[in-house]
């Protein structure tokens, strides 16, 4: 793999600060924003594995916390931030603005990888901002949580669910149908919620990998 550049950041998102890890291997020609899910973070093993399977692909990543540390303290105990989705989609906005004018993203294109309620975030976000994403990917997503907008999303979308998570299954199948954008749903025979089973998180990266490269990376002339 090439070289990969890492670095630590922190965006202003209001009256807060939000900490990431941006990673940019050497030539990337895209770049992949990470909207976490319920009661997860940045330093998600799941989503820190699937971060450095695109990065092995030539895609710079960023993964973000969409809540501070105080927030994310007292969102353990209420449980009722991460269920904001309008919130979490303005702040991913805010994140999109900041990786369009960092210099070593600003010529890049962006995609979502939303997990969970994640992807309902994500959704909503690229509705909001038409023409601006490349591509998404949801794994054991939500994206039932973004309502009415699922119907002014433009932007490819890949939807990857478990096998075993029988109702989210239906909750992206219901919500796929509202979509007018290019969708695929794709389903991992026996994994649950979690893709915790062998082999199964190596499929998502997989998928991830190709549906990103198909959309963020330039054809070469």
């Known amino acids: 793999m090439n070289h990969v550049e890492q670095q630590l950041v922190s965006i202003p998102a209001g009256l807060v600060w939000l900490e990431g890890n941006l990673s940019v291997p050497s ?43 105080e927030e994310e303290a007292e969102d353990r105990t209420s449980g009722h ?35 969970s309620t994640g992807a309902g975030a994500a959704l909503l976000s ?37 096998g075993s998570d029988e109702p989210v299954i239906r909750l992206n199948q219901v919500a796929m149908e509202k979509m007018h954008a290019e969708k695929k749903l794709e389903v991992i025979p026996d994994a649950t919620h979690l893709f915790e089973e062998p082999g199964a998180l190596e499929q998502v990266a997989r998928l991830a990998q190709g549906w990103f490269r198909r959309y963020l990376v330039p054809v070469a002339e």
């Open 126 to 162: 690229a509705a909001d901002r038409p023409g601006e994403i490349g591509a998404i990917v949801s794994r054991g997503g939500r994206p039932d949580l973004a309502g009415n907008a699922l119907q002014r999303v433009t932007v490819p979308t890949l939807l990857i669910v478990g």
């Open 27 to 69: 030539g990337a020609r895209g770049v992949v924003l990470f909207a976490h899910g319920s009661g997860s973070s940045r330093h998600s093993p799941r989503n820190r594995y699937v971060a450095e399977q695109l990065q092995r692909a030539g895609l710079a990543t960023l993964l973000m916390d969409l809540l501070s540390v």
């Open 81 to 115: 931030l991460r269920f904001d989705i309008p919130m979490l989609a303005q702040r991913l906005g805010l994140v999109t603005d900041w990786l369009r004018q960092n210099p070593s993203t600003s010529e890049m294109k962006i995609g979502y990888f939303g997990a």
